[in-house]
């Protein structure tokens, strides 16, 4: 076999560390930032299959936030059932792993919600947890500029000439689309909507990704009782703090790991003694 192709990167069916892909630990969805490549994606990549998760990455199509009603559906369709056919194929026992999202920027948030707005409430009572780097508080225009205008980092002056049309036809967009100021206020409703467990890195230096409307959505949602780990660095930069911060990057990721998989296995074992409650009196009511 050539191996199962997953996002824009063909993983293997039997290399997991763990050995087999029936035991893998669980599936993660990595979604990139805007213009990311699978190359600058391999560290994540790399850090969770090292765990024994089973990857699925989608690299930074720009398109999702341009046309978040077509192109963005369709990414959050095509991602929803690649989860699917991914868990059939590594999961054979019939076991259900927790499903986990490491999401950068706009492009890795809105994929997300794309994604959590196509998934089956079955599918969505997998997700075991959520991981955000320099994720918007909000969809808008000032905020798909800015990210706009950072994915030339390497040639900012590209991004400077260009920043200023991109804003006027996404505006433009805004005001023949209504679609899409529905877009944005579904994105905030499914990030309130989604997992109660939340892992938020974040630096005070992030221009892109101000961290004070983040911390309010952190605060909001915590409001409505998730358990939501939020990391603020003083410096950094965006979508850089793995690279910045690794080993304590990684470390507050192990931990939220191996919490979320303790209250996904808790969750399913109340499920568990419900549904069976729920079978028993369903079968006294025949007998009587």
């Known amino acids: 076999s050539s191996g199962l192709k997953t996002g824009l990167r063909t993983q293997p069916p039997v290399r997991f560390s763990l050995g087999m892909a029936q035991k893998s630990r669980g599936i993660v969805a990595i979604y990139g930032w805007m213009l990311a490549s699978p190359k600058h994606l391999n560290k994540f990549t790399d850090w969770w299959t090292a765990r024994g998760f089973t990857p699925l990455t989608e690299a930074g199509k720009p398109d999702v936030l341009f046309l978040p009603m077509k192109k963005g559906r369709e990414a959050g369709t095509r991602m929803a059932n690649k989860l699917s056919e991914l868990d059939k194929a590594t999961n054979t026992d019939g076991s259900k792993p927790p499903v986990f999202f490491h999401v950068f920027s706009g492009q890795g948030a809105a994929t997300l919600a794309h994604t959590l707005h196509?998934?089956?409430?079955?599918q969505r009572a997998r997700v075991g947890g959520i991981v955000m780097d320099c994720v918007p508080a909000k969809m808008d225009i000032d905020s798909a500029t800015l990210g706009f205008k950072s994915a030339f980092h390497a040639r900012p002056w590209i991004g400077e000439i260009l920043g200023p049309p991109f804003r006027l036809i996404f505006s433009g967009l805004g005001l023949i689309n209504p679609n899409l100021s529905r877009w944005v206020r579904e994105y905030h409703e499914l990030l309130m909507s989604s997992c109660p467990r939340w892992q938020v890195f974040a630096t005070k230096a992030d221009k892109i990704c101000p961290h004070e409307l983040l911390t309010e959505l952190v605060e909001q949602k915590r409001a409505l009782g998730a358990d939501v780990n939020y990391k603020l660095w003083e410096t950094g930069t965006?979508?850089?703090?793995?690279?910045?911060?690794?080993?304590?990057?990684?470390?507050l990721l192990e931990t939220f790991v191996a919490k979320c998989e303790a209250e996904y296995e808790k969750e399913g074992a109340i499920a568990k003694q419900e549904e069976e409650g729920a079978s028993q009196v369903g079968d006294a009511g025949k007998v009587s």
């Open 118 to 122: 196509q998934m089956s409430p079955q």
């Open 238 to 251: 965006h979508v850089g703090l793995f690279r910045e911060y690794q080993e304590e990057y990684s470390g």
